[in-house]
């Protein structure tokens, strides 16, 4: 406000000097109860502007569900949210700093339920991408010690109890996140204490609930990983002779995961890993500092606290079982009928076998492959190949029609090019 003075009729009169971004619709809003909503996901900052039809206790519910990810302010002021419609009569708009975008994004929704919803995951998404390449992200719930600060990240599929494990372990242990780890070059973690997305009915949206009101304890000062899980969640099988108080469940089964059976299982679950310098070789180094990943084979969340609870002690790093393979591939026209590999991301050799991360999978070749991928470097003719290939594993009868059927396949799989296709 400028300053005071007095209309003709002797009322007070205000005149407003709008901060830069601001306009006076924004005001309006301010003075009659909508606030922006602060928050900060993983380092980058955003701010939400509800639509006129999300009411104050609305906003309020989701200011508490927030609450541990409560942000300083962002330097955007989100536009005008769209007006409510029959149809979508909830609104909001979200703006944050973006090196990739506008900065902006609006939401509609046919319920308050569902625009909270839409809220997290666009902004758990927009936050993924700006820390491409710079952090290393699990598709995990993640619990750490109080004491020493020692994160357990619960990798899983989306639907497969990860929320459930989160709000189950951080009655004990601090709550890190129910949807993404992110690990720092040094180990560090990033926490991300979101609402937790707790399921209602078929086809409904999912709840956000604040880690307060679920009494979950607070993540520690300085988390760093400790340890990485893959879910694995069964059915226990009910015997139709007992009643549900009778019933026995099997005790969880924890087992640690071969090198190239643990890769194959994190990339698809890990936010942009393809993004950050050596894909492979970073998350092997990942797993070294980890002593290897596990997997915990369970029917009821409420047991994975004494299943998991070695985890959380300090161990050994694992000594190297992988080596970086070669990627240099040669550019240029292939002659027709020849073939060469594709330039990959990275790749690794694993014992015999050789994981290739390309665009958007990572390929696991056994048997000739790897000697295939080898001999690939630059173009070859089929002979070649099949002669390279022989003088490593051997001529028996047939083998020809074998490297050739095996060097299809894997121009199938993108693995190779051919010239002339």
Known sequence: MSGEDRAPGGEPRFDWDFPNGWDARLFEDLLSGGELLWIDVLGTQFAVRWGRSVT???????????????????????????????????????????????????????????????????????????????????????VASPVTGAVVALVAK?????????????GTYGYVSD????????????????????????????????????????????????????????????????????????????????????LLALIPDSSSQGEIDEPLQSLCRLIDRVGGVWQVTYSEAADLPQALEPLFRKRRRSKPEWTAAGTETESGAIPDGWFRRVEPKDAVAVGDDLLVMLESEIVRLSGIGPAIWEATASAVPLDQLADEVGARHGQPEGYRAAVAAAAGQLTAESVLEQGGN
């Not at 609450?67 to 029959?86: D, H, M, N, V, Y």
């Not at 991408?129 to 995990?140: D, F, P, Q, S, V």
């Not at 990983?225 to 924890?254: G, N």
């Open 158 to 170: 989306l639907g497969t109890g990860k929320t459930t494990a989160a709000s189950v372990l951080a």
């Open 179 to 262: 949807e993404t780890v992110a690990i720092g070059p040094d180990g560090s973690v990033v926490p991300y204490p979101k609402p937790l997305s707790v399921k209602q009915g078929p086809g409904e949206p999912k709840h956000q609930v604040g880690p307060d009101e679920l009494g979950l304890q607070p993540a520690p000062a300085k988390p760093f990983i400790q340890s990485i899980v893959l879910l694995d969640r069964v059915d226990a099988a009910p015997r139709a002779d007992l009643s549900a108080d009778q019933q026995d469940r099997p005790a969880p089964v924890l087992r640690q995961l071969p090198l190239a059976d643990a």
């Open 56 to 142: 104050e206790e609305q906003q309020q519910n989701m200011r508490s569900a927030w609450a541990r990810c409560a942000g300083s302010g962002a330097p955007l002021i989100p536009p005008l949210p769209k007006e409510p419609t029959e149809a979508l009569p909830f609104s909001a708009s979200v703006s944050y700093l973006s090196m990739y975008d506008g900065g902006t994004f609006a939401l509609q929704a046919a319920s308050f339920e569902e625009l909270a919803e839409n809220v997290t995951s666009r902004v758990t998404v927009a936050a993924i991408l700006e820390n491409a390449g710079e952090l290393m992200m699990l598709h995990a719930c993640a």
